[in-house]
């Protein structure tokens, strides 16, 4: 008897890992029909280990992905290999998927990384502006082009899973993660938010496997109440909402996304009404899954279940029966091992039913199928030439161009390519870190030469003729005086990302306004380019500015501001928030208090 049970048991193997068939193309019923096999001959553990992700980071030994059959690693925000270039990335998934493969039941990992702006943690990678930047360009099938593009450098290094993208619509500025939405306007946001999940999830990969999008955070992290957040600013806090007006308001943007068959969502840190989201019930199963329709696995945010109120223990048991179905650990706070015993004392105590475990794995295993990570676990080292390909970067290029908006041009804009004299000034100006932002190789991004790309300055040099005398000077403090001469200044923020972004007030730097104010002095004529995450506060300054573009976090490829610059193409982008003459006032800003209504752009 035990002999022919171990045979039918190497069958069942042979069955769902060697199917010539690519699993994603089977149909619904079928992928149901193993995963119903699969979920018959797993123990508890097997169940607890597949809704359990860890940083790879943070793993005690790489034998505990098999022993505990673990479902998913993730590379949180600098979470890399030790030489950071794609080739180590790709071996590092191959050794971690290969380990995964020696588990009793051989299921393969789901392997998820923050590719919010292209491959943003791989050095080399094609970095596309940040979404506030898309969200100018108002352009779905350019968002396509740059989510597709972003899959196909993802799959390239073997990843399955992108969190993105945020379908956050920010209503106050002060937020650090302002950014990380297209518009405040939800519809927008919806529009190209659907186009964002089809180019993940339709991209054409060398492997054959689709990776896998993720709609965040669910719900409301753009809407919070200033004050309610850690810090006593907007981060993780409270949103103030109505159940009808969380219908007709947030609701529709993940509807489409859901429609459009995203396979993951992602809680959101934020607390609806004073509840937290993990542990939202109403939100997570009767709205989202129930009412929405949503059939892939909703994973929590980074440790996102340990703010719940309560210890540990409590906050499982309640994220999980809200109807989280991946529990993002981590590993960093709370030990792994941790979760994974309390998770199943939970469900031997009848704290959390059996049947949910089974809902939550089920979801799992679903998303695995249909993305045919079954069907091709290891990944081959036949793309990793997609990674910053020249066609990545013409995307990338055209993004920022189109994502450029002109708000001031007395007589500036087009500069001549053959001018006799030019100065370029300012912090931003050659400075690759500042113009991609946060989540740019490490999780807070960084300052100068951090990955490959063209600075705004390349862009200027490239685009000029030869003859054209270049002055470059940080802080204008070593230029003499001119008679008119135009000198273009580049300023803003330095890169942050979630928390750390967090702000009371959007004013300029001091030491920006000291270089333009230089360049003034010295008799100079300014053109003035702003490198931000939100909209910051210009109304006291612009008056003196001959002309001004916004060019949000523009990535990689400083060419495509010079592209607007120097009249190759002509500006089209618009404002995808309103920009108050106060920003602090935020997207709710009343008419006769904005400076630039939204869609404005010369």
């Given at each position: 008897m035990k002999k022919y049970i171990v045979f039918l048991w190497s069958l069942f193997l042979i069955n769902i890992s060697c199917n010539n068939q690519s699993n994603s193309k089977l149909s619904e019923n079928q992928i149901n029909k193993k995963v119903d096999e699969i979920i018959e001959i797993m123990n508890i553990d097997e169940k607890i280990g597949q809704m359990t992700q860890i940083d790879q980071r943070f793993l005690d030994t790489i034998t505990d992905i098999s022993t505990y059959s673990i479902g998913s690693l993730l590379s949180g925000g600098g979470s890399h290999p030790e030489i950071n270039e794609p080739q180590a990335w790709l071996d590092m998934y191959n050794k971690y998927q290969s380990e995964s493969l020696k588990s009793r039941l051989q299921i393969p990992l789901i392997y998820g990384i923050d590719a919010v702006h292209g491959h943003n943690n791989v050095y080399g990678a094609t970095i596309f502006p940040q979404n506030i930047g898309l969200g100018a360009t108002n352009n779905p099938e350019l968002i396509y082009k740059i989510s597709e593009a972003t899959s196909i450098e993802v799959a390239a290094t073997g990843i399955d899973w992108t969190f993105s993208p945020c379908l956050s619509s920010p209503e106050d500025y002060r937020w650090g993660r302002t950014y990380e939405g297209f518009s405040s306007d939800p519809k927008r946001v919806e529009k190209l938010g659907e186009a964002a999940v089809m180019g993940y999830q339709n991209a054409k990969t060398s492997s054959g496997k689709s990776v896998v999008a993720c709609a965040k955070h669910f719900i409301g992290d753009g809407n919070t109440e200033f004050g309610t957040g850690m810090r006593g600013l907007l981060d993780r806090g409270n949103t103030e909402i109505s159940p009808e007006e969380l219908k007709?308001?947030?609701?529709?943007?993940?509807?489409?996304?859901?429609?459009?068959?995203?396979?993951?969502?992602?809680?959101?840190?934020?607390?609806?009404?004073?509840?937290?989201?993990?542990?939202?019930?109403?939100?997570?199963?009767?709205?989202?899954?129930?009412?929405?329709?949503?059939?892939?696995?909703?994973?929590?945010?980074?440790?996102?279940?340990?703010?719940?109120?309560?210890?540990?223990?409590?906050?499982?048991?309640?994220?999980?029966?809200?109807?989280?179905?991946?529990?993002?650990?981590?590993?960093?706070?709370?030990?792994?091992?941790?979760?994974?015993?309390?998770?199943?004392?939970?469900?031997?105590?009848?704290?959390?039913?059996?049947?949910?475990?089974?809902?939550?794995?089920?979801?799992?295993?679903?998303?695995?199928?249909?993305?045919?990570?079954?069907?091709?676990?290891?990944?081959?080292?036949?793309?990793?030439?997609?990674?910053?390909?020249?066609?990545?970067?013409?995307?990338?290029?055209?993004?920022?161009?189109?994502?450029?908006?002109?708000?001031?041009?007395?007589?500036?804009?087009?500069?001549?390519?053959?001018?006799?004299?030019?100065?370029?000034?300012?912090?931003?100006?050659?400075?690759?870190?500042?113009?991609?932002?946060?989540?740019?190789?490490?999780?807070?991004?960084?300052?100068?030469?951090?990955?490959?790309?063209?600075?705004?300055?390349?862009?200027?040099?490239?685009?000029?003729?030869?003859?054209?005398?270049?002055?470059?000077?940080?802080?204008?403090?070593?230029?003499?005086?001119?008679?008119?001469?135009?000198?273009?200044?580049?300023?803003?923020?330095?890169?942050?990302?979630?928390?750390?972004?967090?702000?009371?007030?959007?004013?300029?730097?001091?030491?920006?306004?000291?270089?333009?104010?230089?360049?003034?002095?010295?008799?100079?004529?300014?053109?003035?380019?702003?490198?931000s995450g939100r909209p910051m506060n210009i109304s006291?300054?612009?008056?003196?500015?001959?002309?001004?573009?916004?060019?949000?976090?523009?990535?990689?490829?400083?060419?495509?501001?010079?592209?607007?610059?120097?009249?190759?193409?002509?500006?089209?982008?618009?404002?995808?928030?309103?920009?108050?003459?106060?920003?602090?006032?935020?997207?709710?800003?009343?008419?006769?208090?904005?400076?630039?209504?939204?869609?404005?752009?010369?």
């Open positions: 007709l308001k947030l609701i529709p943007k993940y509807q489409a996304a859901v429609d459009a068959n995203v396979q993951t969502v992602m809680a959101s840190y934020n607390s609806w009404n004073g509840v937290k989201c993990h542990g939202s019930k109403e939100l997570l199963t009767d709205i989202l899954k129930v009412e929405m329709g949503f059939k892939g696995f909703v994973i929590s945010d980074w440790q996102g279940i340990d703010e719940i109120p309560g210890d540990y223990k409590s906050d499982i048991i309640t994220s999980i029966n809200a109807g989280i179905d991946m529990v993002m650990v981590s590993g960093q706070a709370q030990p792994y091992k941790k979760f994974m015993r309390l998770l199943k004392e939970s469900v031997e105590e009848g704290s959390i039913s059996m049947e949910r475990i089974d809902d939550a794995v089920q979801r799992i295993l679903k998303v695995k199928l249909r993305s045919g990570l079954f069907d091709s676990p290891l990944v081959e080292n036949n793309s990793l030439n997609t990674i910053g390909s020249d066609d990545h970067r013409k995307i990338a290029r055209q993004a920022v161009r189109e994502s450029v908006v002109l708000l001031k041009n007395e007589n500036i804009i087009p500069i001549s390519k053959n001018i006799n004299k030019l100065v370029v000034s300012g912090r931003g100006a050659d400075n690759l870190g500042m113009q991609c932002g946060g989540w740019t190789i490490d999780w807070q991004g960084g300052q100068g030469d951090i990955t490959i790309g063209t600075t705004i300055l390349d862009g200027i040099k490239n685009a000029v003729s030869k003859d054209t005398n270049i002055l470059y000077s940080e802080n204008a403090l070593d230029l003499e005086d001119s008679d008119g001469d135009l000198a273009i200044v580049v300023i803003g923020e330095d890169p942050y990302t979630e928390f750390f972004g967090d702000k009371e007030n959007l004013d300029l730097m001091d030491e920006d306004l000291n270089t333009i104010k230089n360049l003034k002095n010295k008799g100079y004529k300014v053109l003035v380019l702003l490198i006291d300054h612009i008056e003196n500015w001959d002309a001004f573009a916004a060019i949000w976090l523009p990535g990689s490829e400083g060419d495509g501001v010079s592209d607007i610059l120097f009249g190759d193409y002509e500006s089209t982008g618009t404002l995808s928030y309103p920009w108050p003459i106060n920003t602090e006032d935020g997207a709710n800003a009343l008419t006769k208090n904005l400076l630039f209504k939204i869609g404005f752009g010369l």
